[in-house]
């Protein structure tokens, strides 16, 4: 089993499975708030970004340059299957303990 991940580590693996190939630091950013209403900072987003990628969560690429960024090329970002793992066993482990709480949740 993987290690255990964070809430914020989680919204990154997801927004960046929904984002598939179209998967960049300000687009993972910008999934996230128009789904969850949080605005994350661009530092909080990559320091994320750079624990999943170091623990093997998450891989990158570089796409092409382009002149709307000066020359410099985006680095796009792919969940591993360890990382679809992680989130799966982060998402189960809080439906498990959500189980049965309904109706105080509803108070």
Do not use: W
């Not at 927004?15 to 209403?37: F, K, M, N, P, Q």
């Not at 960024?69 to 990382?83: E, L, Q, W, Y």
């Amino acid at each position: 089993m993987p290690p255990a991940i964070g809430e914020l580590e989680t919204c990154v693996l997801l927004a960046t499975l929904r984002l598939e190939h179209d998967a960049y630091g300000v687009s993972i950013r910008d999934e996230i708030r128009e789904r969850t209403g949080r605005a994350l900072s661009r530092g909080a987003i990559y320091s994320a970004i750079t624990r999943l990628e170091s623990r093997g969560f998450l891989t990158s690429r570089l796409g092409d340059p382009t002149p709307i960024r000066g020359g410099r090329a985006k680095r796009f970002f792919s969940v591993t299957p360890t990382g679809v793992r992680a989130v799966r066993d982060s998402t189960t482990a809080v439906d498990q303990l959500r189980e049965g709480l309904e109706t105080l949740l509803s108070r």
